[in-house]
């Protein structure tokens, strides 16, 4: 079946450009979980919904960062105004929750962002 | 705010028995331990968790302490696909909950 898709695979923007990563969790999935990634360094949690509910922001760097999943299903994490220090890879999981498959998260290929 | 702690790496012969230790003293008593692998640069990969008894899947074996406040991630049989970064992780089971991965251990399996 289709695993966690993300897109764009890849950005390049400017500084001070806004953009929109976009996560497609696998279908019937609860939960969606953002990260970002450094090099070297692992998953660094930003927030995460269950279903439509934002439960947890509390990872987000400061407030040019904001993520929504409206319908429950696909989510968005935009950045507006970029710098330089965003550039990084972000991670998008996804993860049942029920009582028979637990809190095994599903990472989909990520989106590696480029800030110049 | 990692509740965990990993030695930052850690070698293995290829064909022996690759044993990742991980600290979690502070972990309550309805969290479990989850571990994931990180190869190169694809997402993390899940392996397998536990709440206090130990655990076996075809990718690994999980050992847990008694008095759950450390546990140890076995591989049998490393292969050099087995390089990875390696994260253990303590959260609640089901309903969604902040998840943080801490620096991994990061295993080399050497030929």
């Known amino acids: 079946g289709a695993g966690v898709s993300q897109s764009p695979r890849y950005k390049v923007t400017k500084r001070g450009q806004d953009v929109a990563l976009r996560c497609d969790p696998i279908s019937g999935h609860v939960s969606l979980y953002w990260y970002r990634q450094a090099l070297g360094q692992g998953p660094e949690f930003l927030t995460y919904?269950?279903?439509?509910?934002?439960?947890?922001k509390s990872g987000l760097p400061n407030d040019r960062f904001s993520a929504e999943r409206p319908e429950g299903s696909i989510s968005t994490l935009t950045i507006q105004r970029t710098e330089q220090r965003d550039s990084a890879m972000y991670r998008c999981a996804s993860s049942l929750e029920s009582a028979l498959a637990g809190g095994e998260q599903f990472f989909g290929p990520g989106t590696r962002l480029t800030v110049l | 705010d990692a509740k965990t702690t990993q030695p930052t790496s850690m070698d293995c012969a290829e064909g022996r028995a690759a044993n990742l230790p991980c600290n979690h003293s502070t972990i309550s008593g309805n969290e479990y331990v989850y571990w994931y692998r990180q190869i190169h640069s694809q997402g993390p990969q899940y392996i397998i968790h536990g709440l206090k008894n130990n655990e076996t899947n075809e990718m690994a074996s999980l050992i847990i302490t008694e008095d759950r406040k450390s546990s140890t991630l076995i591989l049998p049989h490393a292969t050099l696909r087995d390089t990875a970064v390696y994260y253990c992780i303590v959260r609640l089971y089901t309903g969604g909950f902040k998840t943080i991965f801490g620096a991994g251990t990061r295993l080399f399996v050497k030929a």
């Open positions: 919904f269950n279903y439509e509910a934002q439960q947890d």
